[in-house]
């Protein structure tokens, strides 16, 4: 079983405030990927990242895959209320793995 | 067209029912799959269509029955439901089986067992 473990679980930070999001595990993937999952709606896909150690920016967030492959992290620069929801990592290999998930809250 | 479409939205069903959620895709995805999402729980993945083919089924209790008409259209049949699979379903759909370019996931499916 390939286990993807995100950290924190909740999060409720001050609009502006810059936060960090890790997904750790002991499996490497192939790649992975970031979604962002709003109430009532399905996930959405934010950037894949597939080469150990690559970083992707996108606006105000940044994406880094670990050296080994087993690790991501999320930072987001100035958070604004829009950047509320359910962060999930995911690790690709032969099926798509979920991260358990960081609830995100931006109080404005 | 870039969207999953999955419908209904919501559903109510009682355990002796029998029903169907629908799942559909015309951006030429060869893969399609059905997740299944309780309260503020990640996504867990049911089963995974490549071609028109089933290729992974997670297990899944016979209750649930995975069809594939095209490879456009996923459907889930359900019958003899617990109250325990109440749950968000959700349809997802990738460019192949190996989901490298990432997954585009519908809206789901709000199912309520009673």
């Known amino acids: 079983t390939q286990l993807l473990e995100q950290s924190p679980q909740f999060l409720s930070i001050q609009e502006g405030e810059n936060l960090t999001v890790y997904c750790n595990s002991s499996?490497?993937?192939?790649?992975l990927q970031w979604y962002r999952q709003e109430p009532g709606e399905g996930p959405v896909l934010l950037v894949t990242v597939v080469t150990g150690g690559e970083v992707k920016k996108l606006k105000r967030l940044t994406f880094q895959f670990g050296d080994a492959r087993k690790d991501s992290s999320l930072h987001i620069t100035a958070a604004q209320p829009g950047d509320t929801g359910l962060y999930l990592c995911a690790g690709v290999n032969e099926k798509l793995t979920f991260g358990t998930g960081t609830r995100l809250t931006i109080i404005p | 067209d870039t969207e999953v479409t999955q419908t209904p939205k919501h559903l109510v069903m009682g355990m002796t029912n029998k029903k169907s959620l629908k799942c559909e895709q015309h951006m030429g995805h060869r893969a399609m799959y059905w997740y299944k999402q309780k309260a503020k729980k990640p996504p867990e993945l049911m089963f995974v269509y490549s071609y028109e083919k089933l290729s992974i089924n997670e297990s899944v209790p016979s209750r649930f029955s995975p069809e594939c008409p095209n490879s456009s259209l996923l459907n889930l049949h359900l019958h003899a439901l617990q109250p325990e699979d109440s749950a968000l379903y959700l349809c997802?759909?990738?460019?192949?089986?190996?989901?490298?370019?990432?997954?585009?996931f519908g809206s789901g499916t709000r199912l309520t067992v009673v």
């Open positions: 499996s490497v993937f192939s790649s």
């Open positions: 997802a759909s990738s460019q192949d089986w190996q989901g490298g370019y990432g997954y585009t």
